[in-house]
């Protein structure tokens, strides 16, 4: 088949990690006979400098013109200053509003030998597999900021429709795995939380083969370290979907391993690894690119349909740290380019 990826390498170790995931994804098109076509365009810092906003014109016109895209991250201490009128994140939040992505997805599969490197006790972490489903275009990241002298205040709010649409993801991609979905919020104290959880029960009449649960935020962030391997779909709304996640990612024992994408109602998806730019080890070579490569996977995957070419990938990068082939973050001596390497060798 053919497809046009968009690239947004970013900032920081983004360009490195993307740069690995596009070797990974021109060996699967090789392999399996398709056409990949490969447009970079800036996005955050990179184009702070160079168009004075995070979010270009033409870099939003090809991101709604191509079938997937593929960011590595943005942001860094250059940018930093909380004053600053432009800000890189400026850019991603744009991009996600613009390709209308309320869904993000974020699976959290524990390697063996890379979990060893968790905190968490081995055997808490045999078996865990959860697809974590967070709300990202509402709540209070999107709501309306007051600041007076004395105060700020930071609006949450959501609509029925919102609530709903990445229920019904939710319910559908947990129908497709174990049939298990908890709904996390906090219905105790927060009103979006109560219209959230009304929203799920009478949404759960439509699929009488799942398994619907509640657990309040604070329980679940509990739950997520001391039975981790009894979830199979989370979802939750964007602001306790943004720190759940970033815990679980804890369990897969580096930030540098776990993928994500982002999935509207639209044909363009969003992926990108869960970490950031890293600052402190960019440009020496020691970046961890599976997570970047293991998002290319689910790009093969959602957006492409390639279910095969996906299972592929993913596999090599499995075989890459069965054998113990690890950047330092994961406490091995491998470069970035080296792991890369590796998964490519796996995928011949
Ligand atoms: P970070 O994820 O960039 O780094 C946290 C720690 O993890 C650092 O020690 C870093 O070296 C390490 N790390 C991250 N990814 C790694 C990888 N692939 N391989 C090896 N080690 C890795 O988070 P931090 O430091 O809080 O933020 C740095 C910058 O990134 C900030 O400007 C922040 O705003 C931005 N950021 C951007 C995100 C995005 O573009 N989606 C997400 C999170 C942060
Ligand atoms: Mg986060």
New binding site residues.
Partial sequence: MKANIVILP?D??GPE?TAAAVECLRAVAKNHGHDFQFAEHLLGGCAIDTEGTALPESTRAACLAADAVLLG????PKW?DPKAKVRP?QG?LGLRATLGVFANLRPIKVHARAAALSPLKPERLAGVDILFVRELTGGVYFGEKTRTPEAASDLCRYSVIEIERVLRRAFEFAQARRRKLTSVDKANVMETSRLWRETAVRIAAEYPDVKLEHQLVDSMAMLLLTRPADYDVIVTENLFGDILTDEAAVLCGS??LPPSASLGAGKVGLY??I???????VGQN???PL?TIASAALLLRYSLNLEAEAQALEAAISATLDAGIF?P?LGGTYSTQQVTAAVLEQLQ
């Fill in positions: 970013g920081g170790i990690v991250a943005v942001g860094g930093s994140e991603l930030l540098g990108e690894p970490h950031g730019s890293a600052p402190d080890i020691k970046a961890n997570g950047t973050d």
